[in-house]
């Protein structure tokens, strides 16, 4: 029987800042990686963020007066097309429509395809669409490919004496969190929603450095690598 794991991809994973261009050669081995993962009995659902684009946009139409709820809305039709373009790289191997709900979610894992969406709903975000997404297919767990190579106490870009932290419960992370160590807002690694979803369902979540697809490939196939946020210990 296959066993399903969520990966979540970052949105800025797939553009070059500094030329404002696509990835496609990433996104093409995000597939590749994704198909032989596939072949080796995983069943994958893959969701993929909005990344620099979803944010010029909702820039532009909150200083032209749209509302938080419109801005939300504009950011999940940038994720809805950045899964478009790792539903092409994926070819016939992905189910051929992006989940906008719930419910075509379960229809396309029902097929046993390879399933990519973005986001779902104003007000959520694309980690808590990956951790619901994981709850609902009774994932084994969720990948989190990021641009650092795991969970730090602070942001390592802007704190170099921050530390990495190999492995922690949910428990312990979230203490993190609200302690203000990791800066909410600005460190924006982690989603408590997210965490709290993946902790009540006893999911683990690897936090990985995806500008190597590689590293996903270890990560898919079990290898120890990045951060692992495991359950809380059962009293």
Known sequence: MKETVVVKVGGHLLYEMVQGKLRTMRIRE????????????????????????????????????????LCDQIGILITRLNAWLM????????????????????????????VVMGGLQPGQSTDAVAAIAAELSGARLMVKA?????????????HPEAEKIEEASYEEILEVLWRGRIEAGRYALLDPVALRILERSRIPLRVIDGTNPQNLAKALAGQPIGTLVRPNQEA
């Open 30 to 69: 995000y597939a590749e990686v994704f198909r032989q993962a596939a072949g080796q009995e995983l069943r994958l659902i893959i969701v993929v963020g909005g990344g620099a684009p979803a944010r010029i946009y909702i820039d532009a139409a909150r200083g032209l007066g749209a509302s938080e709820a």
């Open 87 to 114: 539903l092409v790289a994926l070819g016939e191997q992905a189910y051929p429509h992006i989940p906008a709900s719930l419910q075509e979610l379960l229809d396309a894992v029902s097929t046993d395809r390879l």
């Open 146 to 158: 990021t641009d650092v190579d795991g969970i730090y106490t602070a942001d390592p870009k802007t």
